[in-house]
């Protein structure tokens, strides 16, 4: 009997405890803000303001972004924040200005700055980049061009179930971040759009990206300076090849001493096909060469041939099934 009542008094004290928990987490939705889900109404301050009020509580909370087409211009959600619990929930489609010239000098669209705890789950994010490319492509003078989703000296982020569409530039840029994790993602652009890498990771730790399909003009998944302990799972790339040229993003390669040190890599159980002949290709500099590469169960292909590759000072250990013949 005792036994029995100090169950049902536990099971009592849980359902409190999970009630008032559910009861803490606040919700904050950008049409009490002031937001339009029309395409065409400037909602860039209502969203500030919705983030505003969750970076603001001491509780857990969300901002909730309804289904419909939401126009922005650039937008920085700007950390500290006072909870490191944060949802961004996207039902809808974000919508970038389709005049390149009103974000193409801010570097970023939407970004995230020294935040701590924040996930970003579902919705569109639709760069109207077409116009930017063609610009660039012509000759002309253009801006810079914008990221569409930035993350920036940030923490414990998760991106998930997100779609971003004919960025710029880059779509999803992670720069000085620890503890990223981006899953579920799909990012698209034309085949023949410049420069609109997937995923761009540098000066970051501990990221992975996971399950996620990625079809850009440029890089599946770029690179950069400073990145340790990056984990690649399971990500479908094209329509570009994924063609590792491990010659870092804004470095003079090849044959520069650049003082980049690339070291433990492991390509393992990556198929596929190639749009050059040289599929697998490592330009690293003679100061700092590339050491400790590992190629496991690579399989590549040009025009249903076995596809090329290139080591320049590299070293390293092949096994499995390996095509390209490993240089290593």
């Not at 570097?107 to 610009?135: K, Y």
Request: include cysteine.
């Amino acid at each position: 009997m005792a036994n029995a009542i100090n169950t049902c008094f536990l099971l009592s004290l849980l359902v409190i405890f999970l009630t008032s928990s559910l009861a803490s987490a606040a919700q904050y939705n950008v049409l009490s803000y002031g937001a339009k889900p029309d395409g065409r109404t400037d909602s860039t301050k209502a969203f500030l303001a919705a983030w505003t009020r969750a970076c603001g509580s001491t509780s857990r909370s969300t901002i909730y972004v309804p289904p419909g087409r939401y126009f922005l211009r650039n937008v920085q959600f700007i950390g500290p924040c006072k909870n490191n619990a944060i949802v961004v929930r996207i039902d809808g489609s974000l919508l970038a200005p389709t005049n390149y010239w009103v974000i193409g000098n801010a570097a970023s669209w939407i970004s995230f700055l020294h935040v701590d705890g924040v996930s970003v789950s579902g919705g569109i994010l639709d760069g109207h980049g077409s116009g930017f490319w063609g610009c660039k492509q012509s000759g002309k003078n253009c801006p810079s061009g914008a990221t569409t989703l930035s993350l920036s000296n940030s923490k414990n982020i998760v991106i998930s179930g997100l779609h971003s569409l004919n960025s710029q530039m880059f779509h999803i840029v992670v720069n000085g971040c620890r503890n990223v994790r981006i899953q579920g993602v799909k990012i698209t652009a034309s085949g023949t759009s410049p420069n609109t890498d997937g995923i761009h990771v540098q000066l970051s730790s501990g990221v992975r990206i996971l399950n996620s399909k990625i079809g850009t003009g440029d890089d599946c998944v770029s690179v950069g300076p400073g990145t340790t302990n990056l984990w690649i799972e399971n990500v479908v790339c094209g329509p570009w090849a994924w063609n590792q040229n491990y010659c870092p993003d804004n470095k003079n390669c090849p044959g520069q001493a650049s003082g980049v040190k690339i070291s433990g890599v492991t390509y393992q159980d990556i198929h596929g096909t190639s749009a050059t002949k040289v599929a697998v290709k490592f330009d690293c500099s003679k100061r700092s060469p590339c050491t400790g590469i590992r190629m496991e169960n690579v399989r590549l292909t040009y025009n249903n041939q076995p596809a090329g590759a290139s080591c320049n000072n590299a070293d390293g250990t092949a096994s499995g099934f390996i095509q390209p013949s490993s240089c290593l």
